[in-house]
């Protein structure tokens, strides 16, 4: 079985791939097919995100599509930056540009309303044609913790080097790939995919 991740994100691929480990199947990502136009993630849930890539990299490529949104929701923000984590500072923003505006808009909050969640949304559509109903599944996965007042570590990517899973005093970009995978918000939800796919084939 052959399914295709619907992200260029090299990183984001790499944890995917890492975490579907051990299943009968072939993974591909958009990088395999070039000419999958890019998805503007308009909608205002992880979910509709999720579910609109999906049903678009289906649709273009004709194959099995998993696609995530996830994000940063933080508590005294009232749960931004959320969906537009990735763009948060700007619709061209960077991964530091993004962490930097969080930071500065935290700097005086004490220690006990720094609570945040990472949440994942990952959508499967498994048939997707013009002329046909799509099926689709959805699997949420979440990590509690906090964030710290400056980025710590040099692995993982966006909000990893301030984000303290709770529990532990080191953040997502301290740990190693393992370590992270572990507690993370799309392991969370990618074992409850893995798990449905051992059950269901």
Known sequence: MEIVLATRNKKKAEEMSRLLNGLDITILTLNDFPYCPEVEEDEDTFEGNAVKKAMAVARCTNKIAVADDSGLEVYALNGAPGVMSARYAGENANDIVNMEKLLVEMKDMPDEKRGARFVCCIAVVSSATESSDET??????????????????????????????????????????????????????????????????
Do not use: N, W
Not at 149 to 178: H, K, L, N, Q, W
Not at 179 to 194: C, E, I, M, P, V
């Open 136 to 201: 689709t599944e959805i699997f949420f996965g979440y990590v509690e913790g906090r964030i710290g007042r400056e980025p710590c570590g040099i692995t993982g990517f966006g909000y990893d080097p301030v984000f303290y899973p709770a529990g532990y005093d080191r953040t997502f970009a301290e740990m190693s790939p393992e370590q992270k995978d572990a507690l993370s918000h799309r392991g969370d939800a990618l074992r409850k995919f893995k798990d449905y796919i051992k059950k269901t084939r």
